[in-house]
């Protein structure tokens, strides 16, 4: 009796066990957000957890006993991965979509379960959705894709952006080229035009000859006047213009070009009036050549469209700081005056305000364009208020640096300096008839002159001959003028003056002449005062210091290679910083002066690209000329492609003389931030 109770409580004991062990499996099953199921070897449903009767919306009654593979959308393909987990003992990871009202798709995970004698009872099936899986799997992919999409838009947009760059930069560079050509191809024999037309008006000539002299002068100089228009536009828009910082006299510069259309003036029976206000400082630091240049078209406008009454020029201080002044300029004139409408059309390229203008008062339309490129650029700003048939007012407004320097002026020179009658010229020309002309003006001014063809000529010439000044032209066959200027300075180590000669004026550059040892120029045609004036001038300046120095007056002035002003705003004036970034191209420039020249010569191609690369950057920071950073880009493209080598050599020697000239203002600049510190 015993015995059985004891069997009793053993069966209670393992009926309880059992149950909870079925509990604890149950809650288990239950746990699983994804579908449940456990299947016979025949593929019948013989358990499932809540979550499969939710995707399937039967109830467990419903699902016991059915085919598990119908419940898919592909039963073939069910039957066939059950099947499989009971021949391999489990399944992993099988793709199959779920006959729901979503179709829900779902990753088989199956594993056979036993007895304890290792008989395979069944499996347990685990259908793990992956319907927000593969929604992100998608978006990534179409993700993907949109930026694989995105970033090929994004490199045919680049190239097309850099061919089109390298169209425009193509298109400027053949613009300015043609430009230059022209320039030089037409200025050249209106060189010799305007200076013939001037040498036979000193000559004894009727009166009918003299009109008709008079009238060829006057055609060549308006045609100057617009091939110095169209090349001035062409400097705008090659983002070539620049604007000089010198000390000048404001009311000398006035008065010197008013008194240019008196003639004019007189001729109409016009009043011209002067306007001046006696608080505007004596000395300015400004831009005199663009300022006369504005003024001079402005009143140039106002003659010619007034035929009665007269022509204001007044010049008022607006505003006065410390530093700065802020300057307007008006020009009022009684003549057709403009309409309202036509008010806008201005002061664009080619435009006048009637059709009929050009052919009753002349001109091209493009003096008024000029003149809102030129007073903008500087900060400042231009207007007009005008009324049909009474008048107009252009008036511009320009901000000027105060100075406390003095300016000498030069004096006009009107007649010959009898104390330098004895100066020995070398002309270095190739045209014949500039040639011409430059002897008839020198003999003219009592001056020796002889000729050389072109810079090897003019060299073959100082070897056995001494002169006092050279007059060299740029642009020559077998050696031009830049290579010739370099010989005599660092090959024959002679000191003489010498001015450049130039038609092209679109790309000459003080600076560029000042590099290679010359010490001033001349742009053709040439003016017959000035050149007499810097020829007498550099002459006396060599006699009284035997040395290449520069004229401080007016008419030539000492051109410094670097500008500090973009270094200033970048250190926002920290003399510190600025003392450190100066050093350091004290530092680093000279070693890449030699490494270029070196490897130029050694003709290392790679070192030479990698020495002018590095010097690049530098150009910008210290306000050295663009001019310069393109020659160095031109050396960069030779290092590259051995192409196109001609004045290669040249720009070499143009780059070596600038850096070093940079060098010693930088040494200049950096002592004075130390002395003020």
Not at 36 to 45: D, E, Q, R
Request: aromatic share 6%.
């Amino acid at each position: 009796m015993e015995t059985i109770k004891c069997e009793l409580l053993d069966n209670c004991e393992n009926i309880i066990i059992s149950k909870s062990a079925f509990q604890y499996a149950r809650s288990l099953i239950e746990a699983s957000l994804d579908p449940l199921v456990t299947i016979s070897t025949k593929g019948k449903i013989t358990d499932m957890n809540e979550a499969l009767t939710k995707i399937t919306g039967k109830t467990r009654k419903e699902l016991t006993g059915t085919d598990f593979s119908e419940y898919f959308t592909d039963p073939k393909k069910a039957r066939k991965v059950y099947k499989e987990v009971f021949a391999k003992g489990f399944v992993e990871n099988y793709p199959l979509t779920i006959r729901d009202h979503k179709l829900t798709n779902v990753l088989f995970n199956g594993s056979v379960y036993k007895d304890v004698e290792g008989n395979v009872l069944g499996a347990v099936v685990v259908a793990r959705d992956i319907t927000e899986q593969n929604r992100i799997e998608k978006e990534l992919i179409l993700a993907k894709v949109a930026a694989e999409l995105a970033q090929e838009i994004a490199e045919k947009a680049k190239f097309i952006a850099e061919s089109a760059t390298q169209i425009a930069e193509n298109a400027v560079k053949a613009k300015q080229q043609f430009l230059s050509n022209m320039s030089h191809e037409i200025r050249t024999p209106m060189n010799a035009i305007i200076g013939f037309t001037k040498v036979v008006l000193k000559t004894e000539l009727s009166v009918k000859q003299k009109e008709y002299v008079n009238a060829i002068k006057m055609s060549g100089d308006a045609l100057i006047v617009l091939i110095n228009d169209i090349l001035d536009l062409a400097k705008v828009d090659a983002g070539k213009m620049t604007f000089e910082q010198i000390p000048f006299k404001l009311s000398v510069s006035l008065a010197a070009m008013l008194h240019l259309f008196e003639p004019k003036i007189q001729e109409k029976n016009l009043i011209l009036r002067r306007e001046y206000d006696e608080r505007i400082p004596d000395v300015l630091v400004g831009d005199p050549v663009r300022l006369h240049q504005i003024i001079l078209n402005l009143v140039s406008n106002a003659v010619k469209f007034t035929t009665d009454g007269q022509i204001t020029v007044s010049v008022k201080l607006l505003r006065e700081d410390e530093k700065n002044v802020s300057i307007e300029f008006a020009v009022t004139d009684t003549g057709i005056g403009i309409a309202e409408e036509k008010i806008e059309q201005v002061f664009e390229n080619f435009q006048q305000a009637y059709s009929g203008s050009s052919r009753l008062y002349g001109g091209t339309g493009l003096g008024l364009a000029i003149v809102k490129q030129l007073v903008e650029p500087q900060g400042g700003s231009v207007s007009v208020e005008s009324e049909l048939g009474v008048g107009s007012t252009f008036s511009f407004i320009l901000p000027f640096k105060k100075t406390d320097k003095k300016v000498e002026l030069s004096p006009d020179i009107v007649e010959l300096d009898e104390e330098m009658t004895n100066i020995k010229v070398l002309v270095v020309e190739d045209m014949a008839l500039n040639q011409l002309l430059m002897r008839t003006l020198l003999d003219d001014f009592g001056f020796e002159c002889d000729i050389a063809a072109n810079g090897k000529v003019a060299i073959e010439k100082l070897q056995v001959k001494q002169f006092d000044i050279i007059l060299m032209d740029l642009q020559m066959p077998e050696m031009n003028g830049f290579e010739a200027t370099d010989y005599i300075r660092k090959t024959m180590k002679i000191d003489i003056p010498i001015i450049a000669l130039t038609a092209d004026v679109t790309t000459v550059d003080f600076a560029k002449c000042r590099a290679i040892g010359m010490n001033d120029y001349i742009t053709k045609p040439v003016d017959e005062k000035v050149l007499y004036t810097k020829i007498v001038a550099l002459v006396k300046k060599a006699q009284s210091s035997n040395g290449i120095e520069t004229l401080e007056t007016d008419l030539i002035q000492e051109v410094k290679c670097i500008d500090l002003e973009y270094l200033i705003k970048r250190t926002k004036s920290n003399p510190k910083l600025m003392a450190e970034m100066i050093a350091l191209y004290l530092e680093q420039t000279p070693p890449l002066i030699e490494a270029m020249k070196k490897s130029f010569n050694d003709k290392d191609w790679i070192l030479l690209y990698a020495s002018v690369h590095k010097m690049i950057p530098s150009f910008s920071i210290m306000g050295i000329s663009t001019d310069f950073e393109d020659i160095a880009k031109k050396i960069q493209e030779y290092a590259s492609t051995q192409q196109f080598s001609d004045g290669i050599s040249q720009m070499v020697l143009q780059l070596e003389s600038i850096c070093v000239q940079a060098c010693r203002e930088l040494e200049i600049e950096l002592n004075k931030i130390k002395n003020n510190e």
